[in-house]
């Protein structure tokens, strides 16, 4: 079993047992029998891709599940204003939006993570053309690496990959370590049942100070301000 796997699981149980969950109760939540679970706690089956969407539903912190890093709760003051805008503005304040915070990043002083730099660019893309695409699909984009060589990389053929970046497919626990380690790009960005543009503000909104938030939600209002005049 992969290192990295292992590790996985071991903070997988580890969780749930923080949580008092037992198995049982854990496979009951889940819809899942207490077997299948045991197998997957275990190793000896991979977590599939619907068992992660209902551990992130649970409210469970899938993040560091697989990182082994914990992420608290997000300030959801940014995305909410962006989405309550007029629709004709919300693409002009989104870009507007994406220059602030990259900005407010990068006078923080401190070395941008493999982690924010992938949700940067992802925010970038979407901010540039509003058309929906895969996040694997924008990530391949991104590092701007040919499908093969990505389904390589990955260790899957390249049939299988085309189905994950087309959405026809999703990628188990194994495989989204796998495009963790490769990419940097956080794993709850594909279990994501919300805007993933609104979750990666977010996320970038939690790591500006308090002083950078104010700055930036007055110049939102000035631009809100001018578009609506």
Not at 21 to 41: D, F, N, P, Y
Not at 197 to 223: F, G, P
Request: proline share 3%.
């Amino acid at each position: 079993m992969d290192s990295n796997y292992e590790a996985f699981l071991q903070r997988l149980i580890q969780y749930r047992i923080q949580l008092n969950l037992t198995q049982e109760r854990a496979s009951q939540k889940l819809g899942i029998t207490q077997s299948q679970l045991s197998k997957q706690e275990l190793g000896k089956t991979i977590v599939p891709y619907k068992v992660l969407v209902k551990f992130r539903n649970m409210g469970w912190d899938v993040d560091y599940l697989f990182t082994g890093e914990k992420t608290g709760e997000k300030s959801k003051t940014l995305s909410e204003k962006i989405n309550k805008a007029e629709s004709e503005n919300r693409q002009r304040l989104l870009k507007l939006a994406v220059w602030a915070l990259e900005t407010g990043l990068e006078k923080n002083g401190s070395p941008i993570s493999t982690e924010v730099k992938c949700e940067m660019d992802i925010l970038k893309s979407k901010a540039e053309s509003p058309i929906s695409h895969s996040i694997l699909y924008e990530i391949r984009k991104i590092i701007g690496m040919p499908q093969l060589v990505m389904a390589e990389r990955l260790g899957v053929n390249i049939k299988k990959y085309r189905a994950l970046e087309r959405d026809e497919a999703q990628p188990d626990a194994e495989l989204l370590i796998e495009i963790f380690a490769m990419t940097g790009c956080k794993p709850s960005l594909f279990l994501a049942s919300c805007d993933i543009t609104s979750m990666i503000i977010d996320d970038l909104w939690s790591l500006l100070s308090a002083v950078q938030q104010k700055h930036i939600l007055e110049i939102m209002d000035q631009a809100e301000e001018f578009l609506g005049a």
